[in-house]
């Protein structure tokens, strides 16, 4: 998986996450988003005084609009924040092209506890919840207030509690293959 580890990469991750919020450029979640690339940008590169300001930054968006998000964390291309509230994300990794809405809650089950991987092109549905040491396929949909706390496969739509695959697709947007 690619990281910003150079100003070239850095800008590359920037473009596409402003492409991915091209509508919402000049709101807070691009903002955040800048702050958190550019930080962990300082963090792979040991930029220690400009990584502390980078962090203070991001911190600041994040307390003003409800943004959690570790910077430690590799995060792929074009992620888009749908909506602007309460969004906690503390995968292992992250793969592209995530959306993620409000209330969103990515991390692990108890303190010490490992964090999900998440693979590309995943949407989560809003007030969703991702729990504990599983793997998220790629091209998957989980669905509104679905509380995922076990391995999902590729190109799936998830809903409930507990989550259960409840059609496969062909996408991220839930197309279902043709029968």
Same mark, same amino acid.
């Given at each position: ?5 150079? #100003? ?47 962090r203070k930054m991001k911190n600041h968006y994040g307390n003003k609009y409800g943004f959690d998000f570790n910077y430690r =964390? ?31 809650? =990515?991390?692990?089950?108890? *303190? ?20 504990? *040491? ?21 190109? *799936? ?15 991220? #947007? ?6």
């Amino acid at each position: 998986m690619e990281d910003v580890t150079s #100003w070239k990469k850095l800008r590359e991750f920037l473009k596409a996450d402003l492409k991915a919020n091209e509508n919402r450029k000049r709101t807070c979640a691009y903002k955040y988003l800048k702050w958190l690339r550019i930080s962990r940008f300082f963090y792979l590169n040991n930029y220690r005084m400009l990584g502390v300001f980078a962090r203070k930054m991001k911190n600041h968006y994040g307390n003003k609009y409800g943004f959690d998000f570790n910077y430690r =964390v590799p995060i792929g291309k074009g992620l888009t924040i749908a909506h602007n509230s309460g969004v906690v994300f503390f995968p292992k990794s992250a793969g592209e092209n995530l959306i993620l809405r409000n209330f969103v809650v =990515v991390g692990n089950q108890f *303190s010490g506890g490992e964090c999900p991987s998440i693979g590309n092109n995943v949407a989560f549905g809003a007030g969703c919840k991702v729990l504990g *040491s599983i793997k998220i396929g790629n091209h998957v949909v989980i669905g509104a207030n679905a509380v995922v706390t076990h391995d999902i496969p590729d190109n *799936s739509v998830v809903a409930g509690i507990p989550a259960k695959v409840i059609r496969k697709t062909k996408d991220r #947007w839930g197309t279902p293959f043709e029968e």
